[in-house]
Structures are given as C-alpha cells and as structure tokens.
Nanobody, 119 residues
C-alpha cells in the first residue's frame, strides 16, 4: 500500500474555488489510478473523480462535471482536484485513494480533508 496525504480543504462561500492536493509519500506512485471520494454528513461515501496514472484518462461524477477537474503530476506523485463554482451540497470530507491495479479495489485511503461551503 501507499501512504496518501491530503491538503487544501477549508471554509469557502458558494461560488468560490478550492484546490485539493494528495501526495503519495515514501515512494514514486506506480499504481493504476488515483481518485477522490467524499462523505457528506449523514451520507455514504461518494465517488468524485479519478485519473489513470499512465494515460491520464479522467472520470468525473455527474454531480461535479463541469465544475471539478482532476489532474496529476507524475513527477511529484501528486493528484489534484480543482473545485470551481462550489455549492453548499459539496460540503463533505474529501478523501484521496489509490487503485494499484485496474480491477483492484480502491485502497490506501488518506486521512481526509474537510471542505465546507457556506451559502
């Protein structure tokens, strides 16, 4: 497994932007993909976005398409989530995760970073 460290959360107003970062520490990331999930108060974990490490192919949940953008920096073993036009319903703890092989489960979860969007 790989250790993941998230940063960049905070309290913002609706319409503002934030950028989350997640760095794979200890070694160069060599897995299949990295992604972002979130858990809002009283709700289950929700997929937000993912990026395959070699090709850079991205996938975004319908709820964030057009507002959030995932990207990666292979040299830094870091994945980013640019969040624009934030809405109060985006309030959640955001988690970074790694998928080491294409058909493997998501594992190696980070500690999470809180994003709060006020109306």
């Amino acid at each position: 497994q790989v250790q993941l460290v998230e940063s960049g959360g905070g309290l913002v107003q609706a319409g503002d932007s934030l950028r989350l970062s997640c760095a794979a520490s200890g070694r160069t990331f060599s897995g299949y993909a990295m992604g972002w999930f979130r858990r809002a108060p009283g709700k289950g974990r929700e997929f937000v976005a993912s990026v395959t490490w070699s090709s850079g192919r991205t996938e975004h949940a319908r709820s964030v398409q057009g507002r959030f953008t995932i990207s990666r920096d292979n040299a830094k073993s870091t994945v980013y989530l640019q969040m624009d036009s934030l809405k109060p319903e985006d309030t959640a703890v955001y988690y970074c995760s790694a998928q080491m092989q294409s058909f493997a489960a998501w594992g190696s979860w980070g500690q999470g970073t809180q994003v709060t969007v006020s109306s």
